[in-house]
T-cell receptor, first 119, second 115 residues
Framework: GAVVSQHPSRVICKSGTSVKIECRSLDFQATTMFWYRQFPKQSLMLMATSNEGSKATYEQGVEKDKFLINHASLTLSTLTVTSAHPEDSSFYICSASPLAGASNTGELFFGEGSRLTVL | AQSVAQPEDQVNVAEGNPLTVKCTYS??????LFWYVQYPNRGLQFLLK??????LVKGSYGFEAEFNKSQTSFHLKKPSALVSDSALYFCAVRERSGGYNKLIFGAGTRLAVHP
């Protein structure tokens, strides 16, 4: 099956610093990647949709200047949490969708998640 | 807009008993439905999907789901639960937006299988 790698799995940083999380599709090309945020005991909240070569599409209420997304290639998307604060502490999960086509039924493949703790 | 609902926050089952995790959907058009499982501090793992065809879909780890159009349901089932099945389960529906597909998730149901 398709593999999505997410790094780092855990990161602890001081308030005010920026943190970058990488999401890579290892064995397929992803035209679209999604970034989710998950609070404890809660569902996944879609933050933004990352499209290769174009600007990300952010969901309502997500600060685009706070959560910078770059989709530089068909296998890599990055999420940078800028000037992180304790309230940004969360579990961030990326997912990827293979190139559109007859076989693309919308199934997503997920990374293992990144737990961010801001002190 | 597409949506799914998981009416149960938690389901408790004894090991060896059948389990059902409920999901209902609300969509315009034909639904593309999915089930994912999440273990603690991990990403989501795909279990199965319904696109078209047989209403009973078989997936990973012995799970299956039944698509019921009249009841707009897509319940996840397993004939005999294992303790290792204890996890968080998400139902999802595909929504096509802006030329791409995205998944809309339910709130999740925590499955606890007791020895």
């Amino acid at each position: 099956g398709a593999v999505v790698s997410q790094h780092p799995s855990r990161v602890i940083c001081k308030s005010g610093t920026s943190v970058k999380i990488e999401c890579r599709s290892l064995d397929f090309q992803a035209t679209t990647m999604f970034w989710y945020r998950q609070f404890p005991k809660q569902s996944l909240m879609l933050m933004a949709t990352s499209n290769e070569g174009s600007k990300a599409t952010y969901e309502q209420g997500v600060e685009k200047d706070k959560f910078l997304i770059n989709h530089a290639s068909l296998t890599l998307s990055t999420l940078t949490v800028t000037s992180a604060h304790p309230e940004d502490s969360s579990f961030y999960i990326c997912s990827a969708s293979p190139l559109a086509g007859a076989s693309n039924t919308g199934e997503l493949f997920f990374g293992e998640g990144s737990r961010l703790t801001v002190l | 807009a597409q949506s799914v609902a998981q009416p149960e926050d938690q389901v408790n089952v004894a090991e060896g008993n059948p389990l059902t995790v409920k999901c209902t959907y609300s969509v315009s058009g034909n639904p593309y439905l999915f089930w994912y499982v999440q273990y603690p501090n991990r990403g989501l793992q795909f279990l199965l999907k319904y696109i078209t065809g047989d209403n009973l879909v078989k997936g990973s780890y012995g799970f299956e789901a039944e698509f019921n159009k009249s009841q707009t349901s897509f319940h996840l089932k397993k004939p005999s639960a294992l303790v290792s099945d204890s996890a968080l389960y998400f139902c999802a529906v595909r929504e096509r937006s802006g030329g791409y597909n995205k998944l809309i998730f339910g709130a999740g149901t925590r499955l606890a299988v007791h020895p």
